[in-house]
């Protein structure tokens, strides 16, 4: 069971983290989202919840709710440009289907 970050996603999150007061690491899970159910969610941590498991990687903490975990468990979080824009990318090993955008995922579970 983990959650990884690439190179230049952990460099990134160091950033945020150092530039941020209060701010303890990654909160990473899912929300109901999108055409296809499931959408990645990656925010700065301010605290840890009931139920968080937390994955360390050099230095940085990585938090992932309980509802979440299953869904998520084995991503690896990328980081780079996308279009115009410069975004976190994810390689979930559980999504076995994306929408059209890429916004949103389903898995296995949701398709019986």
């Known amino acids: 069971m983990a959650i990884t970050l690439t190179p230049v ?3 990134r999150v160091q950033r945020f983290v150092a530039e941020t007061p209060g701010a303890l690491g ?4 899912v929300t109901r989202t999108g055409c296809s159910g499931w959408g990645h969610v990656a925010d700065l941590a301010r605290e ?3 139920g968080d498991t937390v994955f360390e990687q050099d ?3 990585i938090f992932v ?6 869904l998520v468990d084995g991503t690896e979080i990328d980081f ?12 979930n090993p559980n999504a ?17």
């Open 9 to 11: 996603a952990l460099q």
């Open 26 to 29: 990654l909160r990473f899970g």
């Open 48 to 50: 840890r919840r009931d």
């Open 59 to 61: 230095g940085i903490s």
């Open 65 to 70: 709710d309980a509802d979440s975990l299953a």
């Open 80 to 91: 780079g440009k996308q279009g115009l824009s410069e975004t976190f990318l994810f390689r």
């Open 96 to 112: 076995t289907a994306e929408c059209g955008c890429g916004e949103s995922f389903t898995t296995e579970t949701d398709l019986a």
